[in-house]
C-alpha cells in the first residue's frame, strides 16, 4: 500500500464550525490531490497540489481552502462546515501527474450536523 | 471541459456471467491518459489500468480487459465468468492538463452487483 494517511477517519462537526483534514504521505511524491464521494457524484476533486505551496482549484473548491507547507502533508480546510460538506473525503497521490496512476487514502467520513 | 460518463449506474448480474462496464470521455488534449478503479464494499479505491492516448491495443489480465477506441472516444472494461468477489463501484478516470499540472477527472462511477 502506498504510504497515505488521512486523519481523523471520521468527525462528527457542527454547522458553522471550521474543520480540517490532514493527508500525510511517506513516498515523497510531488502532486497530492483531495477529492469529495457522493452518491451519484462519483469522484470530485476539491484542490490538488502540484508541489510545495503550489496548489490549485478543481470542480468544487468552494467552501474549501487547502496548504502544503511541506511534502509530505496536505491539509484540507473548511472554514466554516456546512450540511452540504457532509461527504467522504479521499486524498491521493502521485508520483509525477499525467501519466502516474493515483494511489488514495483509506478516506474520512466527515458529517455536518 | 473534459468529461467523463459512465452511464450504467447499477449493474447486476449472476455469478459466471460476462460483464461490460462502459466508459464514454471527452477531451481537446492529443496527448492523454485514462485510468479505471476499483471500489470494493470496504470502501478503499484501488488502481486497475492506466492506458495512453498512443496506445489502442486491448489489454487483458486475467478475468479483466479492457478495450480502447479512440474513434468512438470509449474505454469499457470486460469481466469475463465474473465472481461475486467483483462486486464493486468501477470508476473510469481521464487525467487533463492544467498549464503545467495534471489532475485526474473521473465519471460517476458503475455499481456492480455480482449475485451467487
Known amino acids: 500500500d502506498a504510504g497515505i494517511t488521512q486523519s481523523p477517519r471520521h468527525k462528527v462537526t457542527e454547522t458553522g464550525t471550521p474543520v480540517t483534514l490532514r493527508c500525510h504521505q511517506t513516498?515523497?511524491?510531488?502532486?497530492m490531490y483531495w477529492y469529495r464521494q457522493d452518491p451519484g457524484h462519483g469522484l470530485r476533486l476539491i484542490h490538488y497540489?502540484?508541489?510545495?505551496?503550489?496548489?490549485d482549484k478543481g470542480e468544487v473548491s468552494d467552501g474549501y481552502s487547502v496548504s502544503r507547507s511541506k511534502t509530505e502533508d496536505f491539509l484540507l480546510t473548511l472554514e466554516s462546515a456546512t450540511s452540504s460538506q457532509t461527504s467522504v473525503y479521499f486524498c491521493?497521490?502521485?508520483?509525477?501527474?499525467?501519466?502516474?496512476?493515483?494511489?488514495f487514502g483509506n478516506g474520512t467520513r466527515l458529517t455536518v450536523t | 471541459a473534459q468529461k467523463v460518463t459512465q452511464a450504467q449506474t447499477e449493474i447486476s448480474v449472476v455469478e459466471k456471467e460476462d460483464v461490460t462496464l462502459d466508459c464514454v470521455y471527452e477531451?481537446?488534449?492529443?496527448?492523454?491518459?485514462l485510468f479505471w478503479y476499483k471500489q470494493p464494499p470496504s470502501g478503499e479505491l484501488v488502481f486497475l489500468i492506466r492506458?495512453?492516448?498512443?496506445?489502442?491495443q486491448n489489454e487483458i489480465s486475467g478475468r479483466y480487459s479492457w478495450n480502447f477506441q479512440k474513434s468512438t472516444s470509449s474505454f469499457n472494461f470486460t469481466i469475463t465468468a465474473s465472481q461475486v468477489v467483483d462486486s464493486a463501484v468501477y470508476f473510469c478516470?481521464?487525467?487533463?492538463?492544467?498549464?503545467?499540472?495534471?489532475?485526474?477527472?473521473f465519471g460517476s462511477g458503475t455499481r456492480l452487483l455480482v449475485r451467487p
Open positions: 491521493a497521490i502521485s508520483e509525477s501527474g499525467e501519466n502516474s496512476p493515483l494511489h
Open positions: 513516498e515523497n511524491h510531488r502532486y
Open positions: 497540489s502540484y508541489g510545495v505551496k503550489d496548489t
Open positions: 477531451t481537446r488534449d492529443t496527448t492523454y491518459y
Open positions: 492506458r495512453n492516448s498512443f496506445d489502442e
Open positions: 478516470a481521464l487525467s487533463e492538463r492544467e498549464d503545467s499540472s495534471y489532475k485526474l477527472i
